[in-house]
């Protein structure tokens, strides 16, 4: 290459920096968000936020183009193939809601600890380092997709396990990063002082890192391989992740609604104990079918059977506590995402999980839709919403505590962005259900289970049809996302009054 | 009159908060331990890796009204008899592929994975494959070239071409001959084998 082609490619680059630079000085001022109201520790929480939401689009655009597989198979094949775009979907969901959660305890961890945050640069870098290595496996993901059958594949493109594909290069690194993470809250926790809630934040966290490290390893045996895959898919969604956003509402609710510190940590000990009490022999319900003795099929039936209790003692406490304070508080929007995900996690986890939970009716139900519907209202219902929630909480505050209460001016944005996401997500949960039946009936229980029995269900009408609902609220829950951060850059913009305070009753 | 009774006092349920944790944990170990045992390869549950070597089938076991794994005589792979050491290279290279290729999702493995294409875990006595003479032959040839030898049920999803090799796709299919044969207390429900008769 000569040096004036070479110059000519600095001046492109020199020139597309100016120009990003440029519109993202312009989108700066338009946003009008003042960042000298947040302190350092929040700072690095909303950076967090802002990462988990680029994420959460990702996880709704590759579940649209999987969705719309399922209608036209032509679409996109040998381009991009159903299989990256549904790992994408699912990765982008796992990543950005811990991602939220991370931005949830550095939130509140000063204000809980009432000392600044102990190693905070370290923080910083790590959130860089975590940052660009999720991109990496993104574009790795995108770019190169599968590989030989080789240990090197595994160690570099992708591990195939569904949920934590993950090449092993990149588990490292999260480990390093959570173990910087548990730095942070444990260091801080001990310079200023302990709590109820630090106590179960940290003891939950130990668990949630220790339990990554049980999906780390090959193996050819099978059994043995999903038997550990499901300590760390299961120990996490359905005992660590609900305790930590046990321990998130906590907090939330003696913020937004002024509850005593007393109420909320013994129902947080009492959530804990249900928790774990029915989550960690819940285990169980996903070892009926892998090659697992059979008493799995009486634990994990009984214990699994009992997980709905928490969330329900969850529901009853949210709805007491914003009742007696007469639904009194600062912050409508956040306060609205709470409720709901009190409900949603009752109603996904709880009674969508419990509905097939049994052997006696899993037996038809596992590997079909129904799964399907049960994760799409429960990881949105327990760990979407309550994210949300935080966006509000943390938009609120960057904008220095401004009115978010009766009377926010374009109120119509948030609570349709409220309607359509949780619409959206209730009608795909319902269209899979749908779908989940007819393969059970048609499937399992009629065919006996074969290929061909497979997709006679895969192509009945009522599939077919219940395929298209389901990209149709697909479609909505797209657009209830573009409102939502809408909404999130433009509330409390221009607003002079102050949030009023809320006081204990 | 002001004090708070046992079962509303916040140490009372921190307690019993720490108490259930550990127990049920110390359970779920002593569970894992009992069942790792019961699962490894050349056990009762999951059969040693030769078993790519033997014949397999389901039969339905009329006490406990579910299917059952039978080993049945020699039949073997590929017309070679594997030593216990080459049927688990050869099982270990079929696992790695499938997890390479990310054949989890779009197909379930003893049901987990993804939804748009069928189950695996008996996939080696699905009648799909027409008769036992044709099935090896037929297996190789998809799994290298799925999109030319396409088997779409009517649906019009095909599978990708992966790059699979031959060997690797020997490999899977000593997997998935392995997979067939474990015992996964009567799942997929009701399932028909390539053998049974109509």
């Known amino acids: ?505 | 009159m002001n004090e708070t009774p046992l079962w509303a006092s916040e140490s009372f349920w921190k307690k019993t908060a720490i108490w259930v944790t550990a127990g049920s944990f110390l359970i779920l170990v002593v569970l894992t331990m009992d069942s790792l045992s019961k699962t490894s390869a050349g056990s009762q549950r999951v059969p040693a890796y030769s078993v790519i070597n033997k014949k397999i089938d389901y039969q339905l076991n009329k006490e406990l009204r579910k299917s059952m794994p039978v080993i049945g005589e020699n039949e073997f792979l590929f017309g070679k008899e594997y030593t216990e050491e080459e049927a688990r290279q050869l099982v270990d290279l079929g696992k790695k592929t499938t997890q390479a290729k990310n054949c989890m999702n779009c197909h379930t493995l003893l049901g987990n994975g993804a939804y748009y294409a069928p189950d695996l875990t008996k996939a080696w006595l699905d009648k799909g494959w027409i008769s036992k003479e044709m099935r090896e032959d037929m297996m190789v040839k998809f799994l290298m070239d799925p999109e030319k030898n396409a088997r779409t049920f009517g649906s019009n999803r095909k599978m990708p071409n992966l790059n699979i090799t031959e060997q690797e796709a020997k490999g899977i299919i000593a997997f998935l001959k392995w997979m067939s044969s474990i015992d996964t207390n009567g799942f997929p429900y009701n399932f028909k084998t390539i053998e049974a008769e109509e």
């Open chain 1, 1 to 505: 290459m000569n040096t004036s082609g070479l110059n000519g490619v600095i001046q492109n680059v020199t020139a597309l920096g100016e120009k990003s630079r440029v519109y993202l000085n312009n989108f700066k001022a338009w946003v009008q968000l003042d960042s000298t109201h947040l302190s350092d520790g929040r700072q690095l929480a909303v950076k967090y936020f802002t990462v988990a939401i680029i994420l959460f689009f990702a996880q709704i655009l590759f579940g649209l183009l999987a969705a719309t597989q399922f209608i036209f198979p032509g679409f996109l094949y040998e381009i991009l193939d159903f299989s990256v775009n549904r790992m994408i979907h699912i990765n982008a969901m796992i990543v950005w809601m811990l991602y939220g959660f991370i931005g949830c305890v550095y939130w509140f961890i000063e204000d809980e600890s009432g000392t600044e945050i102990v190693g905070l640069k370290l923080g910083n870098i790590a959130f860089w380092v975590l940052t660009g290595a999720v991109t990496l496996v993104v574009l790795v993901y995108l770019l190169v997709q599968i590989g030989p059958g080789k240990d090197s594949s595994l160690w570099l493109i992708n591990e195939g396990r569904e949920y934590i594909e993950a090449p092993r290069w990149a588990d490292i690194g999260i480990v390093v990063v959570m173990l910087i993470f548990f730095y942070n809250v444990v260091a801080t926790f001990s310079k200023g002082k302990w709590s109820g809630i630090a106590g179960v934040l940290t003891l939950d966290l130990v668990a949630l890192a220790g339990l990554y490290t049980a999906g780390m390893f090959y193996m050819t045996n099978i059994t043995h391989e999903q038997y550990w895959w499901w300590w760390v898919v299961h120990l996490w969604v359905e005992a660590t992740w609900e305790v930590l956003v046990g321990v998130i509402m906590a907090w939330s609710l003696m913020k937004l609604l002024a509850v005593r510190r007393k109420i909320v940590q013994t129902w947080l000990y009492i959530e804990v104990a249900l928790m774990f009490g029915s989550g960690i022999l819940g285990l169980g319900h996903h070892y009926f079918w892998i090659g697992t003795p059979e008493y799995w099929l009486t634990v994990g039936g009984f214990f699994s059977a009992l997980e709905p209790i928490p969330l329900v003692a969850m529901v009853v406490h949210a709805v007491y506590d914003s009742g007696a304070h007469a639904f009194k508080n600062g912050n409508h929007p956040a306060l609205a995402w709470i409720i709901a995900q009190a409900f949603g996690n009752f109603f996904g986890a709880g009674v969508w999980g419990f509905m097939h939970t049994l052997p006696q009716i899993n037996i038809f139900t596992h590997g079909t839709q129904w799964s399907a519907s049960h994760g799409h209202l429960a990881f949105f219902g327990a760990y979407a919403t309550i994210n949300i929630a935080f966006f509000y909480l943390a938009i609120q505050q960057w904008r220095g505590n401004v009115w978010m209460g009766g009377g926010t001016h374009n109120a119509w944005r948030w609570k349709w962005a409220l309607g359509l996401l949780n619409g959206g997500v209730l009608g795909m949960t319902i269209a899979l259900l749908i779908a989940g039946y007819e393969q059970s009936f048609i499937e399992r229980a009629v065919e006996g289970s074969t290929w061909g029995g497979y997709f006679t269900a895969q192509n009945h009408p009522s599939f077919q049809s219940a395929m298209v609902w389901r990209l149709f609220f697909g479609g909505m829950t797209f657009a209830g996302f573009i409102l939502l951060v809408w909404d999130l850059l433009t509330i409390g913009k221009g607003e002079t009054r102050k949030a009023p305070e809320i006081v204990e009753i």
